[in-house]
């Protein structure tokens, strides 16, 4: 079930990116971010109360290490998206989202030493093969110029925001299955909605003390922000229900299908061209995601 549910995620996601970027037409890049959380919080209270209120699903036992497992998950993820932006900046946004892609290999290491759920041999080349694809696509198929520019700052920017996306997942993961035997659902959709209540709180506290224009804005374009909400749940349900089925690595890896979607958007629907050697990094990426479904 894993793999439709990341595949979905994935879906969701390109669709919350092309939302989010019109925003920032009207929204400030924090402000633009922040409306990922404001308007998927409501929406991740009101499922959590339907799924134990009126389908009357067993709440979970929730433990004391669930509060600062999900709380440093969902710290982990502002601070990694605040690093890319930063990366752009710096940069561009060619070079910050290589680096960024270092997730899967993080990814995999973390899981292994924090959660013991290690690849097997194969798996972990797999994982290097699609980390290579996906830096080399997103490099425009120049990944020597890009490997080139490892000293700059919106590398390492690049790669702190890679260690928080990838510690944000591990989080997810950590805190879902600290819930016991409860269903997949119902652990999912407890610890988003916890998640996405920690970062409301503490990304809104930020901007009302720096930014208090923007908080203002981002209500008074709620019709444009709404989409973003409603999108963002989505997907990131489908994440944390993925990653409670079965090890962060795999979901996040084969999460990178994402990169082929809009690959292939652009070239059948937007008709662009593309270089031969952006499709031999695509097939990299293919590649890569099938082993370590396969053998992982």
Not at 19 to 45: D, K, T
Not at 46 to 70: K, N, S
Not at 87 to 93: E, K, N, T
Not at 260 to 268: K, P, R, T, V
């Amino acid at each position: 079930m894993w793999i439709p549910i990341t595949l979905a995620a994935a879906t969701f996601q390109i669709l919350r990116t092309s939302r989010q970027h019109r925003l920032r037409s009207i929204l400030s890049v924090n402000a633009a971010g922040f409306v990922r959380y404001a308007y998927g919080f409501p929406l991740a209270m009101l499922a959590t109360v339907v799924t134990f209120g009126a389908f009357r699903a067993d709440f979970p036992t929730i433990p004391a290490r669930f509060w600062l497992i999900i709380a440093g998950g969902g710290i982990a993820q502002i601070i990694g998206t605040i690093a890319l932006l930063r990366s752009f900046d710096l940069r561009d946004f060619a070079i910050g989202t290589v680096y960024s892609k270092t997730e899967i290999v993080i990814v995999a290491v973390a899981s292994a030493v924090l959660l013991g759920e290690s690849l097997r041999p194969a798996g972990w080349i797999a994982a290097f093969v699609c980390m290579v694809g996906v830096a080399w696509l997103a490099a425009r198929g120049d990944l020597r110029s890009a490997l080139h520019s490892s000293l700059d700052p919106a590398a390492w920017m690049g790669i702190a925001a890679a260690a928080g996306f990838a510690l944000a997942a591990i989080g997810i993961r950590a805190a879902s299955t600290s819930l016991g035997d409860a269903t997949a659902w119902s652990r999912a959709i407890l610890t988003l909605t916890v998640m996405l209540g920690i970062q409301t709180v503490l990304n809104g506290a930020q901007l009302a003390v720096i930014d208090k224009p923007a908080m203002v804005a981002v209500a008074h374009h709620w019709r444009a922000a709404l989409p973003v909400g409603i999108l963002s749940i989505c997907g990131s349900t489908g994440w944390a229900v993925a990653v409670t089925l079965t090890s962060a690595t795999k979901v996040r890896t084969f999460g990178q299908v994402e990169l082929l979607m809009a690959f292939a958007i652009s070239a059948l629907w937007l008709h662009e061209r593309h270089k031969p050697k952006e499709y031999a990094a695509s097939a990299l990426v293919l590649i890569g995601v099938v082993g370590v479904v396969a053998l992982g």
